[in-house]
C-alpha cells in the first residue's frame, strides 16, 4: 500500500493554519489595559460589590497600633 505523502503533508499543513487562526482569534479577544485604566477598573468593581476598601471581611476591626498587618486584636499578645 502506497501512503499518500501530499496529502499527508497538506493536512498537516491546514492544522498548522488552523491552530494559527485560533490563537490569532484568541488573542485578538483579550484587551490590554493600562494600568491607571486598570486600576480604575478594578476600583469601581470593588465599590460595586461592596467591599471595604481594606480587604478585611465586614465587621472585622482593625488592629491596634504597633501590631503586625493581619494580628487579631482581641488575641492576647504573645508571651515573652
Do not use: C, F
Amino acid at each position: 500500500m502506497r501512503i499518500p505523502w501530499k496529502l499527508v503533508g497538506l493536512a498537516g499543513l491546514a492544522g498548522v493554519a488552523a491552530t494559527g487562526a485560533v490563537v490569532a482569534r484568541r488573542r485578538r479577544a483579550q484587551r490590554e489595559y493600562d494600568p491607571a485604566e486598570l486600576r480604575e477598573r478594578l476600583h469601581r468593581r470593588l465599590a460595586e460589590a461592596g467591599a471595604p476598601a481594606g480587604g478585611a471581611p465586614p465587621g472585622a476591626e482593625p488592629a491596634g497600633p504597633g501590631s503586625p498587618p493581619g494580628a487579631d486584636p482581641a488575641s492576647p499578645a504573645p508571651p515573652g
